[in-house]
Structures are given as C-alpha cells and as structure tokens.
C-alpha cells in the first residue's frame, strides 16, 4: 500500500513539474511573456532608458537629429484578408482539444472568447493605431526630458518654429506619427512640418504593390535595388533554407502538439498565427493567439524575419548601404555646419519606414556583426547585434546628438533648467569637451534610446572629428545614380 502511494505521489510530481516547467505553463497566468518578436514588437517593449551626457559635464547639447521609425500600425490589406480565416484555424483548434492539444483551460477560455478587435473588414489598413499614437507622444516627453536645453519649450516667448525641424513621408502612418510625437513635445504649440518631397529619396520611396514573404514595399524610384529583390538569390534564399530546415521545423511540431493537431500544421497557417500574435500583442499587449508559442519558439520566428531583413534592407548586402546614404549624408551636413556654427535647428525629426531606417543604420555600420546571419547559425547568433526587435521595433529610431564646449555659467544655467526634467539622467562619466582636449566637439549615437557603441569611441562617446572621419567617405560620395545604371 505504501508503496502504491509512493507511485501515485511521484507521477503527481511528475505532472506538476511538466507543467510548471514545460511548455504547458499557461500564457494567459505569465507575468512576463516574451514580446520581442522583431520589426512587430512594440516599442515599450523594446526600447532603453534615454540616456545622455550628465548635465554637469562641459559638453552641451546643440543638436538633436532623429530618425524615427512610424508607431504602431494596423496590417495591410492582404493580411487583413487572411486574418478572415483565424476563426475557422481557432474552431479546428477547439475541436483538437476535445482529445488531443495541450493547452490549459485558461489558455483555451481565451481562445474560445476571442474576437479581433477591431474586426478585419474595418481595419483602415497599414494607418496608425492609438497605441502607436501613444508611444510616440510618449517618446517625445522622454526626449524632452532628457534635453530640456534644447526642448523643453516654456512659453511661445522662447520657441520659434525655426528651432525644430519636422518632417515625414507622405503616408498616413508617419504623418500621424510625426503629428503625435510633436503633440508630446510641444504640448499644443504649433508647428509646420516640412512638406516632403513628391520623389523623396531621403526618407522613402514609392510603393509598389508587390506581395512579399518580408515586404510589401518595394521601391520604384530606385530600379537596381528593386530589380536586386528579384534577382540576388541571397535576398530570399537564406530565409527559405531556415524555413526548411530543423530549427523551424522543431516549432511547427511544438506548435503542432500544443494545438493538438495529428500532422504538422501548415507553415502558412503557423505564420498566421505568428503574426495574429505579434499585432494584437503590440495593440493589446497580450494575444489568446500567443499561447501557440513557446518563448523559444517565438526566437526562432524572430531570427527568421532577422534573416529576410538582414538581406532585404539591413548590412547583409553592399546595395542597402548604398541606399541608405542620404539620411546619413543629411546628418554629417548638419553636424559640420554646426562645427563652423552656421545657423541650425535646435532638433531635426524625420519620420520614415523600416527600409531607410535600416538601410541608413547599414550604412553606418549597425547591427553589422562579425559573421553574416545564415540559415545555419541560429543557436551562435543569439547575441547578434542585428536583431530587429532591439533596432527595428514600431517607433524604432536612430538619433544623433551634437555636443559642444561651453563655460561653467551656461553650465549653472543648464543644470538649474535640467531640475523641471521628469528624468534621471545617467550617472556617465563627465566628458569635458574642454579647450585642454584635441576637439571641442562630441557625438553620441543613440539606437530605440539605448546608447550605441561605436568603434574608436569611448564609452559611446564619439570625438567629432573621428566621428566625421568615419563616416565621411559614405556622406560625401552619397548619390543615388546607381539607382538607373
């Protein structure tokens, strides 16, 4: 008898631990899911605390120039369309379960609840949702905070319109980005944006209607590169191997078991629910969808679009740098102005897309690792510096920061404004920028508000005239004209 007990005792552990530590642990009971889940993370999830120099330090700020990524946006028509068949996936889901599946019952209550919301037939496709309206005023008030010298604006005495430079593509998602993030900054001063251009070549280019695994964009004003989408076999091919081969295979048979279908599920059928999980995660903070997955599961998706990315619009090929040069080109034109102290902006706000936004991070070397992403290097690339749920997410965004040496009065002055900022700044080491140093002028790089390393700089901190040297040769020779040869 003591020992019948024993046994049942040991099988009842064994079942607790299963599920305690196993993949049947209930998402809808997690505290903190995994939401990192590349270019769809939402920012909140994603970003750093902003940072800066001290305010104490001798080097001041004199220039903000951002490049900044379109909030969160609803999906575009195509995947609006295929999300009309979630509802027969979760039924097929719910039938599974009456004798296979593993999900628990809290995971399947709220699967049998779930409805989209909003529902896909009035979903204004690929426009701004309310929370990606939310994280870009929100981004704008920690900037300001961060650099209340240059932004923090106390009355329409002390602003002119001439101080700030605004400027997005003439798309819904980042115009209404773009009017968000100056709402949070400005609190209702007015501002006039710059009108882009009708062939803007600095933040975007046209669309064409091209159904992609990774895009739809592909870009019109720009002929070789949109023939090289076609044409190179590495755009494409790396991601085609991963997906044949045994790191996703592995979560299609997770996926599988835990749905409680007999064969494998199908991969477009898992990508639709990867990508139901993803958006409503980024709109709601939470999918019934995402039980599908486990937090492995969800890296091994994301190191997927990471591939596609990396070769469609990130380092992995020399076309995307070239493509990304004329924000870059922009940025070292205004950085030298200043250095001869032309008249410049206080700040310059562009609000672009994932491909120049990346493109432009390529040219200057970010997210370039020592080895290239490959189908077959999955398990060694878990530290990656390019992973887009890190330097792609909604809101994403590469800003620039021009210092320069100024006296201990503006310093008193500058430290008596910082006391109304709502932010801790970081407690770096002081910078002097002082007449005693070789340059009386520092850069600092900032990547999603995380400061970025940059070789040959200390501590994230750049010399000016290291930082022009090193990227000058891909600003001065910028142009476009390989677009037409």
């Known amino acids: 008898m003591a020992a019948s007990s024993i046994v049942i005792l040991l099988a009842l552990l064994s ?29 909140e999830s994603s970003r750093g605390n902003a940072t800066r120099l001290p305010i104490e330090s001798a080097c001041k700020p004199v220039q903000i120039w951002a490049l900044i990524r379109h909030g969160v946006r609803y999906p575009d028509i195509n995947m609006t369309k295929q999300f009309s068949k979630l509802n027969g996936l979760r039924d097929d889901i719910l039938l599974n379960h009456k004798q296979r599946g593993k999900l628990c019952d809290a995971d399947l209550k709220k699967l049998r609840e779930w409805k989209m919301n909003p529902e896909p037939n009035k979903m204004p496709a690929e426009e701004l949702t309310d929370s990606g309206k939310k994280e870009m005023r929100e981004f704008a008030r920690r900037l300001k905070d961060s650099y209340p010298e240059l932004l923090h604006v106390e009355s329409s005495q002390n602003f002119t319109g001439a101080d700030y430079k605004f400027r997005a593509t003439d798309i819904q998602r980042t115009k209404a980005s773009m009017e968000a993030f100056i709402a949070g900054l400005l609190e209702g001063k007015k501002v006039k944006p710059e009108e882009p251009p009708k062939n803007d070549s600095l933040l975007y280019f046209t669309i064409l209607n091209a159904q992609r695994h990774l895009s739809t ?6 002929p070789a590169y949109e023939d090289s989408l076609i044409t190179d076999p590495i755009v494409n091919g790396e991601t085609i191997k991963f997906t044949n081969g045994p790191d996703f295979r592995a979560v299609q048979q997770n996926v599988s078991d835990r749905l409680g279908f007999e064969s494998l599920i199908d991969t477009d059928a898992m990508l639709l629910i990867y990508e139901i999980c993803r958006f409503e995660t980024a709109w709601h903070g939470r999918s019934a969808w995402c039980t599908a997955f486990s937090a492995e599961d969800i890296k091994v998706l994301e190191y997927r679009e990471d591939i596609g990315c990396y070769y469609y619009c990130g380092p992995g090929r020399r076309i995307n740098e070239m493509l990304g040069c004329p924000p870059l080109q922009d940025m070292i034109r205004r950085f030298r102005n200043l250095e001869k102290n032309a008249d410049e902006p206080k700040a310059v706000f ?23 992403l490959l189908s077959t290097n999955y398990h060694a690339a878990g530290d990656r510096t390019f992973k887009t749920s890190l330097i792609g997410p909604f809101a994403g965004n590469l800003v620039a920061v021009f210092h320069r040496f100024v006296n201990k009065t503006c310093l008193k002055a500058i430290a008596l404004l910082s006391r109304h900022s709502r932010t801790i700044l970081t407690n770096a ?3 002097r ?5 070789t340059t009386r002028h520092k850069v600092t790089l900032h990547v999603s508000e995380r400061l970025w390393p940059v070789s040959g700089c200390t501590n994230g901190v750049c010399d000016w005239e290291m930082f022009e040297r090193k990227y000058a040769n891909a600003a001065d020779r910028c142009n476009l004209n390989f677009c037409y040869q």
Request: charged share 20%; with cysteine; glycine share 6%.
């Open 350 to 372: 562009y609000f672009t897309h994932t491909v120049t936004l990346q493109a432009t991070m390529a040219a200057m070397g970010i997210g370039k690792d020592k080895y290239p």
């Open 217 to 222: 964009q592909t870009y019109k004003n720009c």
């Open 15 to 43: 079942v607790f631990l299963f599920v305690v530590n196993g993949d049947e642990k209930c998402y809808a009971e997690i505290d903190q899911p995994h939401l990192l889940m590349g270019t769809k993370t939402a920012y």
């Open 433 to 437: 920028c002082s007449d005693n140093e």
């Open 429 to 431: 080491s002081v910078y």
